[in-house]
């Protein structure tokens, strides 16, 4: 599939790993084995066993090592096979390919691309999560759709006014702007003393007075996107109001698929309990956003976005411009290949 090979995926939250076995899943149509060593350390190999082709993913973790679940050949965390429970020394041709695996802010990225140009400084900064005053939830869905899709319904919150009515509906009248700092574009959209929608007033009780409400969308290459969402009283700053904190990041699983990681934070002072708060992000995303993306990707019915000329509004200009940044680097990627 087209995809950015020398940049930095998700594959996954840490605590995904907390139950001691292998994670398999498929990153740019790879099959990926994830696993922690006896050591702490994390490790990625390509989750297909040389000799009968099975899943690694299915197999067993024995100290530093993976075991496949098959036939027990034991393989490294760079990938060589270490031991042949069947007899005999193991087979050098027993090789797997490694990838480059981190752990930070309690998400797994993984590099697909050349070893040697992996660069710890390119993981997007998701270091909210690591604050204390912070409740969190986290999640992880599947989308049948191209990841650049769902980007731009991320990057263009103007359809909340359309398919949201928990976070707005026809009351979400904006202004907005967009910035660009070096590789990183911020969508941000500004509603300015409106009635307070369902998810403000659980977050930032008015009593049905109105607030002004931030919404600023940061992007980052490939696909990794962080909102953060203030309401306030109208004219006051935002930092005396109330704040969501959202993680939305996509990861490609074929051309046609998509990981969806996401997670959303709010104080632990706030009176938005987990159960409500996880009851708004489904509905919003489950029954709103998934369901039409999904739709509109079959209506597309494989052609390439550009191909099927698109009218472009003024407010598609963060997702135009992303998608321009994402196939540029791709097309600069791949003559570096050829040359």
């Known amino acids: 599939m087209k995809a950015l090979k020398n940049t930095w995926y998700m594959a996954g939250w840490v605590h995904e790993l907390e139950n001691e076995n292998p994670l398999g899943r498929k990153i740019i149509d790879i099959p990926i084995v994830i696993y922690r060593g006896d050591d ?15 899943p690694l993913s299915k197999g067993r973790i024995k100290g530093n090592n993976l075991q496949c679940g ?18 005999g020394h193991p087979p050098k041709s027993a090789y797997l390919n490694s990838f480059p695996i981190v752990e930070k802010d309690n998400i797994i990225w993984i590099w697909m691309g050349e070893k040697e ?33 769902i980007t731009d319904n991320l990057l263009d919150l103007s359809h909340t006014r359309y ?12 202004d907005h702007t967009i910035e660009v700092q070096e590789q990183e574009i911020y969508s941000k959209y500004y509603v300015d003393s409106s009635p307070n929608s369902e998810i403000g007033e659980a977050m930032f009780p008015t009593k049905g007075q109105a607030v002004d409400e931030y919404n600023d969308m940061r992007w980052n290459l490939p696909a990794s996107l962080q909102l953060e969402v203030w309401f306030t009283k109208p004219g006051d700053k935002k930092e005396n109001g109330a ?6 990041i ?71 411009r992303a998608r321009r ?7 600069h990627e791949e003559r570096s290949d050829n040359s």
């Open 243 to 248: 704040v969501n904190w959202a993680a939305h």
């Open 250 to 320: 996509l990861t490609p699983k074929t051309k046609h698929e998509t990981h969806y990681f996401w997670a959303s934070g709010v104080s632990k002072e706030s009176p938005l309990d987990d159960k409500t708060h996880l009851n708004f992000l489904l509905q919003a995303f489950n029954e709103e956003d998934k369901p039409m993306i999904e739709a509109c990707y079959e209506r597309m019915s494989g052609n390439e976005f550009w191909d099927m000329k698109p009218v472009v509004l003024k407010v598609d200009s963060a997702a135009v």
């Open 325 to 331: 940044t994402l196939n540029n680097a791709i097309a």
């Open 70 to 87: 098959y036939h027990g050949l034991t393989f490294n965390c760079e990938g060589s096979c270490v031991d042949n429970p069947e007899g």
């Open 163 to 174: 398919i949201h009515p928990g976070f707005g509906g026809e009351n979400y009248e904006y």
């Open 117 to 149: 140009k992996f660069d710890v400084s390119l993981i997007p900064d998701y270091s909210i999560h690591n604050d204390k005053s912070l409740s969190f939830l986290y999640g992880h869905s599947f989308v049948k759709s191209n990841y650049e899709l």
């Open 40 to 54: 702490g350390e994390l490790a990625a190999l390509f989750d297909r066993c040389p000799h009968r082709f099975a």
